[in-house]
């Protein structure tokens, strides 16, 4: 039983466009969200998080937005570039010491 | 060095073989972890160590044999494995008084011939 679910497995979008990541979590109890970036060949980076007491928190060009009685969380980068092109992965937190991940999002760019 | 370092970085091993893939953390991090990687799964949570203590083992079969030693170490002893056993092992390092954000080492990719 899959807890946090990616639905796409891919994505493109063209430059200096938005880039919408979506992420589906079916366990309420969740108390952190997290959207990680992975290039090949490297393990996983933080990106960005959100409390499940908020619904958006901001950072640069990135912003995550959480609807807790849809249990959807969304990830949006304006503009997109290239540099973005990556597998993101979204992550739920339960007690702060355990992530459970999804299956990824391959985002790629194009110019 | 800083961050999350993970030895060796890709690994051939038969069947009946004994290996161990190394983590380092150079972070002063006070939990680590093991997680596996394979191709179109989620990142499967393995080992969960706090301050040195095996706090989480997630069903995984015992010829996965983890090994922490101290704050900055932890092993994966490999021993007996499947071909359904190769993936990429990812070693990962936090505070945990944190929000559970995770920095991860580069993993190893493991291949059980």
């Known amino acids: 039983d899959q807890q946090v679910k990616q639905n796409s497995p891919s994505l493109s979008v063209q430059e200096g466009r938005i880039s919408i990541l979506n992420c589906d979590y079916t366990n309420s109890m969740f108390d952190y969200f997290l959207w990680y970036k992975k290039y090949p060949a490297e393990g996983p980076t933080f990106l960005i998080s959100?409390?499940?007491?908020?619904d958006k928190n901001e950072d640069g060009r990135f912003t995550v937005f959480l609807n807790k009685s849809a249990k959807h969380l969304s990830l949006h980068i304006v503009p997109s570039q290239p540099g973005d092109s990556a597998v993101y992965f979204c992550a739920a937190s339960l007690n702060t010491d355990k992530l459970i991940f999804g299956t990824g999002t391959r985002l790629q760019v194009f110019p | 060095e800083t961050g999350v370092t993970q030895t060796p970085r890709h690994l051939v091993m038969g069947m009946t073989n004994k290996k161990s893939l190394k983590c380092e953390q150079h972070?002063?991090?006070?939990?680590m972890y093991w997680y596996k990687q394979s191709a179109k799964k989620p990142l499967e949570l393995m080992f969960v160590y706090s301050l040195e203590e095996r706090v989480e083992n997630n069903s995984v079969p015992s010829r996965f044999s983890p090994e922490c030693p101290n704050s900055s170490h932890l092993f994966l002893h490999l021993h007996t494995l499947q071909p359904e056993d190769s993936a990429l092992y990812l070693c990962?390092?936090?505070?945990?008084?944190?929000?559970?954000?995770?920095?991860f080492g580069e993993g190893s990719r493991l291949t059980v011939l």
């Open positions: 959100i409390s499940s007491i908020k």
């Open positions: 990962a390092s936090s505070r945990r008084e944190g929000t559970g954000e995770l920095f």
């Open positions: 972070l002063g991090h006070n939990a």
